[in-house]
């Protein structure tokens, strides 16, 4: 492990671990401890890791072989570790990451919300790792496009709550998120404009508190708000909750 941490070739630390697991898995035989599941585990995640970031380096049908070794090296241990605590969390927010690598998002908002429900019934949904987990299942929720976006809107929603509990009424995210709600309003049969449109001025009255009115961000929050789209008179009745 000493060499892993000191080496900077990705290939040569993930070989070490892999022989590490490889003497954990013989010695643990057919029947592991917790203590050992844990162990491998853990050793999993740390070899999945490795697998994502040496695939950052590589060319797409490489890197896609990298992503799919890190998924199955996470699932490979899955049924025999403890999926609660720290461990849990990292094993389940790696998976997420490694599905998410090759924009498999349904997979990935699984692997998410199981990080995230470890995470909040371990330390609560307000903590610094929850926002940041339930910010995952949102994305992954958007990036499924017209077929959840109303389950991505929801989501949206509710990591707006947890980032002002936790962060306060101007912390920087709350620009993305409500730009992110934005679009998902957007995708939505039909388009829910008014919704769409209290979004970005939510986005934009963050920005302008935070960082200025003539700050760049803040400028074209105001001119997307100018779009003919976005103006009050051109907001159909229909968009009203339904």
Not at 12 to 26: D, F, G, N, W, Y
Not at 182 to 193: T, W
Request: with cysteine; hydrophobic share 40%.
């Amino acid at each position: 492990q000493m060499a892993v941490r000191r080496s900077s070739d990705l290939t040569v630390a993930r070989q070490l671990l892999v022989e590490e697991l490889s003497i954990c898995t013989a010695h643990a035989g057919s029947a592991p401890s917790r203590l050992e599941s844990n162990a491998m585990r853990d050793l999993r995640v740390e070899i999945a890791q490795l697998l994502l970031a040496e695939a950052d380096g590589e060319e797409m049908e490489r890197a896609l072989v990298l992503k799919r070794n890190a998924i199955e090296m996470l699932l490979a241990g899955s049924k025999d570790a403890e999926s609660r605590g720290n461990g849990g969390v990292a094993y389940f927010s790696v998976l997420g990451d490694a599905h998410r690598a090759r924009c498999e998002w349904e997979q990935a908002e699984h692997a998410y919300r199981s990080a995230y429900a470890v995470e909040e019934e371990e330390r609560g949904s307000c903590g610094e790792r929850a926002v940041a987990l339930w910010a995952r299942v949102a994305e992954t929720l958007l990036n499924q496009n017209k077929a959840k976006a109303a389950e991505a809107a929801g989501a949206y929603e509710h990591l707006l709550n947890l980032q002002t509990v936790a962060y306060g009424p101007s912390s920087a995210p709350l620009v993305t998120f409500n730009e992110a709600l934005c679009k998902c309003y957007l995708l939505m049969e039909p388009p829910q404009l008014q919704r769409a449109r209290q979004a970005l001025v939510s986005a934009h009255n963050v920005s302008c508190n935070r960082y200025g009115r003539d700050h760049p961000r803040s400028v074209r929050l105001e001119q997307n708000l100018n779009d003919n789209a976005f103006r009050e008179e051109e907001l159909p009745d229909s968009c009203d909750d339904e």
